[in-house]
């Protein structure tokens, strides 16, 4: 089955800096790469996801890159600010017809930005 | 969290009594989740269901059942089988089968005492 790596488990930036988190992925017929976002005692909210036929997605101050051939992607946050900070999950699925989607996720990082 | 809701946002239970978690939808979704998230382990899938009276098991299936005999609703039963009970619950839902964009709900708190 598909086996999803994240890293760093712990990020923390000062406000205005840049985040990076990185995942890998090991099923290479994944095409399906959502991240979410976890505040404290909440359900993960997704925030941006990317298919496989692109290699890059931007949504404002948060972007996403795949490289198909490594199977790894990213999560870039840039100009961060304290309400930024939570927790991120990466996951990933094959898309296919007839089939629920099986999200397989990361262990999490948690992102604190300080001030 | 969009229009699906969970309760109780918390739920204390006995060892050995089963206790059932709620999860309704108001998105006309025809899938649904359930995962179960512990501390530094990421969000596992214990049941999904693709449509009404349709369920299958996810990778930790073991010592919990479902149901979906409506569209809107998909229950989860922690059994006493189950060993550590003790987790967050979430429950998701994804618009049909080809749309892979899960929603979750709030999520619900089981503590076994």
């Known amino acids: 089955g598909e086996n999803v790596e994240q890293h760093p488990s712990t990020l923390s930036v000062q406000e205005g800096d840049s985040a990076v988190i990185k995942c890998t992925y090991s099923d290479s017929a994944s095409n399906y790469f959502p991240w979410y976002k976890q505040e404290l005692g909440k359900g993960p909210q997704l925030i941006i996801d990317?298919?496989?036929?692109?290699g890059e997605k931007k949504d404002q101050r948060i972007a996403v890159t795949l490289n198909k051939t490594a199977k790894h992607f990213s999560l870039h946050i840039t100009e961060t600010q304290p309400e930024d900070s939570a927790v991120y999950f990466c996951a990933a699925s094959k898309l296919g017809a007839g089939t629920a989607s099986k999200l397989t996720f990361g262990t999490g990082t948690r992102l604190q930005v300080t001030l | 969290d969009g229009g699906i809701t969970q309760s109780p946002k918390y739920l204390f239970r006995k060892e050995g009594q089963n206790v059932t978690l709620s999860c309704e939808q108001n998105l006309n979704h025809d899938a649904m989740y359930w995962y179960r998230q512990d501390p530094g382990q990421g969000l596992r899938l214990i049941y999904y269901?693709?449509?009404?009276?349709?369920?299958q098991k996810g990778d930790i299936a073991e010592g919990y059942s479902v149901s979906r005999e409506k569209k809107e609703s998909f229950p989860l039963t922690v059994t006493s089988a189950q060993k550590n009970p003790t987790a967050f619950y979430l429950c998701?839902?994804?618009?049909?089968?080809?749309?892979?964009?899960?929603?979750f709900g709030p999520g619900t708190r089981l503590t076994v005492l």
């Open positions: 269901s693709q449509i009404v009276n349709d369920f």
């Open positions: 998701a839902s994804s618009r049909d089968r080809d749309r892979h964009t899960q929603y």
């Open positions: 990317i298919r496989s036929n692109v």
